[in-house]
């Protein structure tokens, strides 16, 4: 995949992180430790997917700009890699230039 598709993907993927960034906020302030709904992270933007996370494993996924929640299967091996499988969803991790986009892009290195 050539470095323009991989910047596209990281796009992508970094608008739903932006996303399920102000659905962790409200979690924070009104959620429990149960597995609350955020948005796939994945690449497709039509995909409009839910999966559950904790909001302990959300902010350990968070804990790198480089890394993204997903449901099972939606990864994209080109531009990413799958570094944990859990039953609810996987973690992929950028790679190449689409890990750079994501780390430009990240919103809690931009504050």
Known sequence: MDEEKQAR???SE???RDVNER??????QWGGAE????LCECEELGCAEHTELTLEEYEAIRADPTKFAILPGHQISSVERVVEEHDRFW???KIGSAGEVA???DPRTLE
């Open 35 to 38: 597995p609350q709904e955020f």
């Open 103 to 105: 780390e430009a892009r």
């Open 23 to 28: 659905i962790q906020m409200s979690h924070e």
């Open 91 to 93: 973690v992929v991790e």
């Open 9 to 11: 993907v990281a796009e």
């Open 14 to 16: 970094s608008m739903f």
